[in-house]
């Protein structure tokens, strides 16, 4: 007999336990009054995928949850017409029974809530990054007039297998011997990395380690900025990477690419930009200055096209017109751009697809101003995350191996943590799903303690040499009781999200 919507909502559902629980818990944690609501979103979530949700395990199937009635976890009337018509849509039976309804609804809410999970970690595991993940992967069309008349943009490819990286050249726990290696993709865990310690403590030196070991697995793009000179022989020589060193050499990257010419698009790049540019300075910019600078990026990309892309010295011709339009003088914010735009930084030869699918090393010497630097370090990370963020999520195995895309390298990560760029806090919270993988050098736990995104909390691995830092953080990472002060050379302590526990390890010596 075909099902029909009184029938949605007298029959009764239910999943696993272990999927129960998954939502149980995210409904505490997003403050939920009532059972349904996640089961509602797992079920939806599913339903987003084109492919049928697999059959149940035989331990799952034999371990399942208290049910719910449909009237509960579907509504009534044009709600549960809507899900009646999902589920029917998504079905590859020819004929919609009871039995059947009941058994796909089971398994969209099993692999919903798995997906839910992932989601929340993904989202750096708080409310914000997860309502971001959720409206990302639910593609809001925005404006009614919205227009795309561009090409469509390519997916970019991955790179399949688990990849253990040894930690450090020796790499053993003092305590047990055992050899130390973090799965930069494996299930459970994420791909990014801290590594952090005084200078000449070896924090550089295992970080390039760590990576010609990835390196040897396949050839992951890879984008570094150097500031001291000590990374460029290594990275042009062990991964074919082309050294820049702006101003005397432009980067050739688009950074104002914007793929569609819609408003919304514009309006929203126009935005990142604006704050890319503007974190240049200690002093935040006004709210005047703010929107005059943010509405002269959005006149430079709306008049930007394939033929003529825009470039910054475009934006900092539209910012002097702005003030014009609005009556004001010049002051320190065009100043800056003025100053900055003099140099060629960047040359828009390569999209940020083509760009992003090379490995680069972009040295950044301390002759240059510290203005400079981080523009540079700015725009091409919010060109980065804009590109990354907009491909499909990395397949995964049936291990929950995620394939992985493109590793960034980030020396001296004081200098654009200080900034608090919203691009680098998106990348260390959504990139994982994207096949993302970053890498933060930094000299002490303390640089990461002003930072308002959680950063470390979303680090796969945190790796901490001898270094001078605040009881406070070095607690708060890797326990009581610890000192990085007292480590002596080459060892250091190092904490795996996948295994939550810490380790004093010897990553190096100096024979």
């Not at 200055?289 to 509405?295: D, H, P, V």
Request: charged share 25%.
């Amino acid at each position: 007999m075909v099902v029909g919507i009184p029938d949605l909502a007298t029959s009764t559902f239910r999943t696993t336990r272990t999927a129960d629980e998954i939502c149980a818990d995210l409904t505490a944690k997003l403050g939920w009054k009532h059972r349904y609501v996640a089961a509602r979103l797992a079920v939806g979530r599913s339903l987003a995928l084109p492919e049928q949700p697999p059959e149940l395990k035989d331990e799952d199937s034999e371990d399942m949850a208290i049910p719910l009635r449909g009237m509960q976890l579907f509504g009534e009337d044009a709600h549960a017409s809507a899900w009646l018509a999902l589920i029917t849509q998504h079905c590859d039976d020819a004929e919609m029974t009871k039995r059947v309804l009941q058994g796909l609804v089971t398994r969209h809410w099993h692999r919903g809530a798995f997906l839910l999970k992932q989601d929340w970690d993904d989202g750096g595991q708080q409310m914000e990054g997860f309502v971001a993940r959720l409206a990302e992967l639910a593609s809001f069309a925005g404006d009614g007039d919205r227009r795309d008349d561009s090409p469509p943009t390519a997916v970019a490819p991955t790179y399949a297998g688990e990849v253990r990286l040894p930690v450090g050249e020796i790499a053993r726990d003092l305590k047990s011997d055992e050899h130390v290696t973090f799965s930069v993709n494996g299930a459970g865990g994420s791909p990014h990395m801290a590594i952090m310690g005084g200078v000449g403590s070896g924090k550089t030196r295992t970080a390039i380690h760590m990576l010609r070991t990835l390196r040897r697995h396949y050839e992951l793009p890879l984008l570094a900025f150097d500031f001291k000179g000590d990374l460029t022989d290594s990275f042009t020589r062990n991964f074919g990477a082309t050294s820049i060193t702006p101003p005397e050499l432009a980067i050739p990257l688009d950074v104002l690419h914007v793929p569609s010419s819609d408003d919304t698009s514009i309006k929203t790049a126009a935005a990142r930009i604006r704050d890319s540019i503007a974190a240049v300075k200690a002093r935040k910019p006004s709210g005047v200055q703010s929107e005059a600078l943010r509405e002269a990026v959005a006149s430079v990309l709306r008049h930007s096209s394939p033929d003529a892309p825009a470039n910054l010295p475009d934006v900092a011709s539209a910012l002097e017109s702005e003030y014009e339009d609005r009556g004001r003088k010049s002051d320190e914010l065009t100043a800056t751009l003025n100053e900055l735009t003099q140099f060629a930084l960047f040359k828009p030869d390569l999209s940020p697809a083509a760009f992003f699918a090379r490995s680069w090393i972009i040295q950044l010497p301390q002759d240059g101003s510290a203005e400079m630097r981080r523009l540079i370090i700015n725009l091409t990370l919010d060109a980065l995350d804009r590109w990354i963020n907009s491909q499909s999520d990395a397949p995964t195995d049936d291990q929950g191996t995620r394939d992985l895309r493109h590793l960034t390298m980030l020396d001296e990560a004081h200098v654009i943590l200080s900034t608090r760029l919203p691009a680098l806090a998106n990348l260390v919270r959504m990139s994982r799903s994207k096949g993302g993988a970053m890498m933060l050098i930094s000299q002490s736990p303390d640089d990461f303690e002003n930072a308002e995104d959680g950063y470390l909390d979303n680090m796969g691995m945190t790796l901490a040499f001898n270094t001078q830092a605040k009881p406070g953080p070095t607690k708060r990472i890797f326990g009581n009781s610890v000192s990085l002060a007292a480590l002596p050379v080459g060892e250091a302590l190092c904490r795996i999200r996948s295994e939550a526990r810490t380790q004093k390890i010897i990553c190096w010596n100096k024979t």
